[in-house]
């Protein structure tokens, strides 16, 4: 562009001197540029260009980026250390300044960029049900206060529980499922009354092993298998078994509510017809008669909530005392096991 101004300044006063009468801001139209300078103007346009277009991106991604030698303000040579840095322009370029700088920047460390870290896997379905199946009850739990949560699952476990299911009854409840997962160790949680994919995903975030719902829903179902998550969902009549295992494959399923539908009685006329379903039975199982349940071939454990009931909680949590819980506990896992 410089070197297209200066030609077109050579050519005008040569014109001037041919033509005294012309005005000197006058273009004479008879002398034509050389095509080199054209060229050379339109290398200078893009050269322009381009600088203004670093320029631009440097101010538009943020100067504090490209201050390189750390002195909090941006000039020209910050931008040139920062080129060379990244091999834009050669090092022989920079100006001594710019050299301190990009060896100054060299030299400061920089922290180890953040990183999320993975999602957790679910316990695999076999081991959840190897679990399920040991434990023999399965206490389902309601958490009206996040503080409960943790004395809670501890008292359940030094009572021989070592499988809760934490329901999603209450607002608290997905985040104390995290709780519960990350202090106490050696506890297998499932989710239960779980409605929406949505659910699924905060349980699974917070360390859920296996999902329970009161019914089935297809979408659960869905999620549960993209997950990698066991789901327990709720059936009552053959219809739904079948359609629950031919459709989707479940063979572990929730029989709720067992004692308005039948009770044992229905399982035990399910044994016949669905040999290879299993079922954990909920809603109306007391310690009275859960062994009922847990004697029968199909039945892999019994859910129930009387030995954490949220007249007990709210005693055991106001006093700080989880003793009268973890005496409960154990009785309930003695009435389940037939021991």
């Known amino acids: 562009w410089i070197q297209f101004r200066r030609s077109a300044s050579l050519q005008g006063a040569a014109a001037l001197r041919r033509d005294p009468a012309m005005a000197e801001g006058d273009t004479p139209k008879d002398v034509e540029t050389p095509k080199e300078d054209i060229k050379l103007a339109e290398i200078g346009r893009c050269a322009y260009a381009g600088y203004y277009f670093i320029l631009f991106f440097a101010f538009w991604f943020g100067a504090a980026r490209f201050d390189v030698d750390g002195d909090g303000d941006f000039d020209p040579s910050d931008v040139q250390a920062y080129l060379a840095d990244h091999g834009f322009i050669s090092n022989n370029k920079m100006t001594p300044r710019t050299s301190q700088a990009k060896a100054k920047a060299k030299a400061t460390i920089r922290p180890a960029r953040k990183t999320k870290p993975p999602a957790r896997k679910p316990a695999s379905a076999e081991d959840v049900i190897r679990r399920v199946t040991a434990c023999k009850v399965v206490p389902v ?11 809670l699952a501890r008292a ?40 929406t994919p949505a659910q699924v995903d905060e349980a699974l975030a917070g360390g859920a092993d296996f999902i329970v719902s009161p019914g089935f829903d297809p979408a659960v179902a869905r999620r549960c298998r993209a997950r ?16 629950v295992t031919s459709g989707f494959k479940l063979k572990n399923l929730k029989f709720f509510p067992a004692s308005n539908f039948g009770g044992a009685g229905t399982l035990k006329s399910y044994a016949a017809v669905f040999p290879d379903v299993t079922f954990m039975p909920t809603g109306g199982v007391t310690e009275e008669n859960i062994r009922s349940f847990t004697s029968m071939p199909n039945v892999i454990a019994a859910g129930g909530s009387w030995f954490v009931s949220d007249d007990l909680v709210k005693k055991a949590a106001a006093s700080n005392d989880w003793s009268e819980i973890c005496s409960a506990a154990k009785r309930a896992a003695q009435a389940a096991r037939g021991t």
Request: aromatic residues 2%.
């Open 156 to 195: 359940l476990k030094e009572g021989g529980i070592d499988v809760i299911e934490i329901t999603f009854r209450t607002a608290c409840a997905a985040e104390a499922i995290r709780e519960v997962c990350k202090s106490v160790e050696g506890v297998c949680v499932g989710a239960g009354t779980v409605l």
């Open 228 to 243: 990698g998550a066991l789901y327990l969902p709720g059936v009552i009549t053959p219809t739904e078994v079948l359609m």
């Open 141 to 151: 739990v309601k958490i009206n206060a996040l503080a409960e949560g943790v004395p």
